[in-house]
């Protein structure tokens, strides 16, 4: 087999674990309600659930980031995600509190190993390729998502049990899974990227003096895209209900067509980094993200506010997957730590998201409210640089033209 044809059969198959992740994740995460009434969660109690995840997830990256220096992330990967969707079906399987408790703490476990793994093999294939794709591997995580939401609303439509939504989607799914993980790529190595996740692996290296300093801006631009993404999740809805005057039903479009203009714009995204560079296209998504709120805070009707909601789909999406990109380009030899601990704030953003707007919003005004994600978005201009400066310009200064497919890799071990 080329190494051509090796490195495509490894990014079609973690964009297919990336689609999958988009739908287990849309499966439980619109479900909530009816979790809630089958283990009779009180509304007092439904945030500690909630927040048990993302903490969870969290230590679960961090333990990654020590793992993957003994076993390639391939092999993570391999076992992480059929522990995803074998959790999301104990959700939807028990009965008692204890049931749900612990189905949930291992969904978070082992979500958080996925989430990790799964970015440190995209940033490795990027490297390989010499091109921007990162934001095509996050297109097919948000199509997923459409799917996932799109199966929900069946099976609540359809007044199915909370299992008999989710069998189906494992019993397709995890056979799936396994055969892809055939063909994860690890280690790989682009000509004058310098040392990959595999020489990491083999060194033992971290950061080193001063590393996480340098990797601090990216981690808060992961925050606050991530507040601002949790934002429109955990608030769009009641948001064009309470404040806008619109129907029950017209609520719900809003994080649809937020997800719609999310995958439109990662699916084209690499396009955009590989003419214009990373820097420009996250300033441009900043921007754009931060009138989306701008917009949502002074609508004056619904629809408007759903103009708002597209902008921030438009204008976040891009964000999230060139951030771990870049951490890959400013720790090249020590990639896998870096997208590791900058995967956790992946999950502190979520947790600081929905109440710091919810609170906000039942203190002062939900319009006003908005404003705030507005404003932590715009500290993604004030760290623009970390995408592109003298030391991070892998993938912009010197990418592949169009047309020339040959690639010069070592192929690292994929645990297969």
Same mark, same amino acid.
């Given at each position: 087999?080329?190494? @051509? =044809?090796?490195?495509?059969?490894?990014?079609? /198959?973690?964009?297919?674990?990336?689609?999958?992740?988009?739908?287990?994740?849309?499966?439980?995460?619109?479900?909530?309600?009816?979790?809630? *009434? !089958? $283990? %009779?969660?009180?509304?007092?109690?439904?945030?500690?659930?909630?927040?048990?995840?993302?903490?969870?997830?969290?230590?679960? /990256?961090?333990?990654? *980031?020590?793992?993957?220096?003994?076993?390639? +992330?391939?092999?993570?990967?391999?076992?992480? !995600? +059929?522990?995803?969707?074998?959790?999301?079906?104990?959700?939807?399987?028990?009965?008692?509190?204890?049931?749900?408790?612990?189905?949930?703490?291992?969904?978070?476990?082992?979500?958080?190993?996925?989430?990790?793994?799964?970015?440190?093999?995209?940033?490795?294939?990027?490297?390989?390729?010499?091109?921007? &794709?990162?934001?095509?591997?996050?297109?097919?995580?948000?199509?997923?998502?459409?799917?996932?939401?799109?199966?929900?609303?069946?099976?609540?439509?359809?007044?199915?049990?909370?299992?008999?939504?989710?069998?189906?989607?494992?019993?397709?799914?995890?056979?799936?899974?396994?055969? %892809? /993980?055939?063909?994860?790529?690890?280690?790989?190595?682009?000509?004058?990227?310098?040392?990959?996740?595999?020489?990491?692996?083999?060194?033992?290296?971290?950061?080193?003096?001063?590393?996480?300093?340098?990797?601090?801006?990216?981690?808060?631009?992961?925050?606050?895209?991530?507040?601002?993404?949790?934002?429109?999740?955990?608030?769009?809805?009641? $948001?064009?209900?309470?404040?806008?005057?619109?129907? *029950?039903?017209?609520?719900?479009?809003? $994080?649809?067509?937020?997800?719609?203009?999310?995958?439109?714009?990662?699916?084209?995204?690499?396009?955009?980094?590989?003419?214009?560079?990373?820097?420009?296209?996250?300033?441009?998504?900043?921007?754009?993200?931060?009138?989306?709120?701008?917009?949502?805070?002074?609508? +004056?009707?619904?629809?408007?506010?759903?103009?708002?909601?597209?902008?921030?789909?438009?204008?976040?999406? =891009?964000?999230?997957?060139?951030?771990?990109?870049?951490?890959?380009?400013?720790? +090249?030899?020590?990639?896998?730590?870096?997208?590791?601990?900058?995967?956790?704030?992946?999950?502190? %953003?979520?947790? &600081?998201?929905?109440?710091?707007?919810?609170?906000?919003? @039942?203190?002062?005004?939900?319009?006003?409210?908005?404003?705030?994600?507005?404003?932590?978005?715009?500290?993604?201009?004030?760290?623009?640089?970390?995408?592109?400066?003298?030391?991070?310009?892998?993938?912009?200064?010197? *990418?592949?033209?169009?047309? @020339?497919?040959?690639?010069?890799?070592?192929?690292?071990?994929?645990?297969?």
């Amino acid at each position: 087999m080329t190494e @051509d =044809v090796w490195l495509r059969r490894g990014r079609r /198959s973690l964009g297919f674990s990336f689609f999958v992740q988009g739908v287990t994740f849309a499966l439980l995460v619109t479900r909530i309600p009816a979790i809630q *009434e !089958q $283990y %009779g969660i009180s509304d007092g109690l439904l945030p500690a659930f909630l927040a048990a995840v993302p903490i969870l997830a969290g230590v679960a /990256s961090v333990a990654t *980031e020590h793992l993957v220096k003994r076993v390639p +992330p391939g092999t993570v990967l391999r076992w992480a !995600q +059929p522990l995803v969707l074998l959790s999301l079906l104990g959700v939807g399987a028990g009965s008692r509190m204890w049931h749900v408790a612990l189905a949930l703490g291992a969904f978070g476990l082992s979500v958080g190993a996925l989430d990790a793994s799964m970015n440190m093999l995209g940033v490795s294939l990027q490297r390989a390729y010499g091109r921007s &794709i990162m934001l095509g591997f996050h297109a097919a995580y948000s199509l997923g998502g459409i799917v996932g939401a799109s199966a929900a609303w069946a099976g609540a439509h359809w007044q199915l049990s909370l299992f008999a939504s989710y069998l189906p989607a494992v019993v397709v799914l995890l056979p799936l899974v396994f055969q %892809g /993980s055939r063909f994860y790529v690890d280690g790989a190595v682009g000509a004058g990227a310098g040392a990959g996740a595999g020489a990491e692996r083999v060194a033992g290296k971290g950061l080193g003096a001063g590393g996480f300093k340098l990797l601090l801006p990216l981690c808060l631009v992961m925050a606050c895209a991530y507040i601002g993404d949790s934002t429109v999740s955990n608030w769009s809805a009641k $948001y064009l209900q309470d404040v806008l005057g619109s129907s *029950e039903q017209l609520a719900t479009v809003p $994080y649809n067509v937020y997800m719609v203009t999310t995958l439109i714009g990662r699916a084209v995204g690499d396009l955009g980094v590989r003419r214009f560079g990373a820097v420009a296209v996250v300033r441009i998504g900043t921007l754009v993200a931060a009138g989306g709120f701008a917009v949502v805070a002074a609508a +004056p009707g619904a629809w408007v506010g759903m103009l708002g909601f597209t902008l921030l789909g438009i204008g976040l999406c =891009v964000i999230v997957p060139q951030t771990f990109a870049a951490a890959g380009r400013l720790f +090249p030899g020590a990639s896998d730590t870096a997208i590791a601990r900058l995967n956790i704030f992946n999950y502190v %953003g979520f947790l &600081i998201g929905s109440p710091l707007v919810g609170g906000i919003g @039942d203190a002062w005004s939900y319009r006003g409210a908005m404003l705030v994600p507005m404003v932590l978005v715009l500290v993604t201009l004030v760290h623009a640089r970390s995408f592109g400066a003298d030391g991070a310009r892998y993938g912009v200064g010197h *990418e592949r033209r169009a047309g @020339d497919r040959a690639v010069d890799v070592g192929r690292g071990g994929n645990g297969v």
